[in-house]
């Protein structure tokens, strides 16, 4: 098994970088608000797969405290890849767990291209406390090579180490489309979770906003393609019922947005605009949840 540092050890990275340790991998977690708890009591995961405690876990404060490890895992929100040049070691592979696009290429400027990997994860969970993390459904990840397709062995020996930790893997062929493919969920569940002060099961329910998510579904979709991404059309069928059967559900977005805290708003809308208006395809529905997600995020900084 290898050893793992978590950089943004939050409801993401500390589930995930828990889960590892407690399957026995060495895991080293750069904690920041949460330190000082963290280092005193350890982990408690709730989950749906079995509740656990982690009395004892490697934190620090510092990048530069960090020890080598073969993989470092950059669960960090993207508002805060700016600080990635500071906190980034010079060895082992760099897996980035981000939703959104532009992440990769950030890090391949700075690590080189041949370190970094993708990867998605379809996970619902909450950090309640310092230290506790609530997982309420899902948790597969998906992983995948930046500079290369196919599927390479540091892929199937990470995904591996998830297995053992009892965590779904699937590897990818090709990176891009299972960015866009989250993208097509992400974009109108948490673009209007936000805008439209609603949990997905509300956003399913009621009819307005049900045929809203499907018209921004369809739309993303024909954004990927524009772009030369083969995003299937019947994805878009596929998420919604997806989304009828997940567990009522504040997204992260939303989350972010009640307690004050910069969105993600350039990686899952910005960028994605950019790159249709660049292939030349009007999108018009994603246009107006950027402006509108940009107006809040500027209005909350300035608050």
């Known amino acids: 098994m290898r050893s793992y540092a978590v950089i943004g050890a939050g409801a993401l990275g500390g589930f995930y970088g828990a889960r590892l340790q407690q399957a026995g991998c060495e ?20 989950s749906k797969d079995g509740d656990f405690t982690l009395p004892k876990v490697n934190v620090y404060r510092s990048a530069r405290d960090l020890p080598a490890c073969d993989v470092v895992i950059v669960a960090l929100k993207a508002t805060q890849n700016h600080l990635l040049p500071e906190l980034l070691p010079a060895r082992g592979a760099v897996l980035l767990l981000q939703n959104g696009l532009g992440g990769e290429e950030l890090i391949a400027g700075i690590v080189g291209p041949d370190r970094v990997l993708g990867g998605l994860c379809f996970l619902c969970s909450n950090k309640v406390r310092p230290g506790h993390i609530r997982h309420l459904d899902y948790g597969l990840v998906s992983l995948g090579e930046f500079a290369q397709r196919g599927v390479s062995d540091r892929l ?23 960015r866009w493919n ?80 910069p969105m993600e708003v350039e990686a899952i809308f910005g960028n994605p605009l950019r790159a249709a208006q660049a292939a030349g395809v009007p999108s018009p529905l994603l246009e107006t949840l950027y402006r509108q997600l940009a107006f809040l995020n500027r209005r909350t900084a300035s608050a």
């Open 27 to 46: 895991v080293h977690f750069l904690l920041h608000s949460d330190y000082d708890h963290v280092r005193q009591h350890g982990w408690v995961i709730e």
């Open 156 to 178: 199937r020996g990470i995904a591996a180490d998830l297995n053992q930790a009892g965590i779904k893997t699937q590897l990818l062929d090709d990176l891009r489309v299972a």
């Open 182 to 261: 989250k993208l097509v969920w992400n974009i109108p569940y948490n673009g209007l979770s936000v805008i439209l002060n609603a949990n997905t099961d509300v956003l399913m329910a009621q009819p307005d906003s049900r045929r809203l998510v499907e018209l921004i579904l369809r739309e993303v979709v024909a954004d990927a393609q524009a772009c030369g991404v083969p995003v299937e059309d019947a994805i878009v069928p596929k998420m919604l019922e997806y989304t009828d059967k997940m567990t009522p559900y504040r997204t992260s977005m939303k989350i972010d947005f009640d307690a004050g805290r």
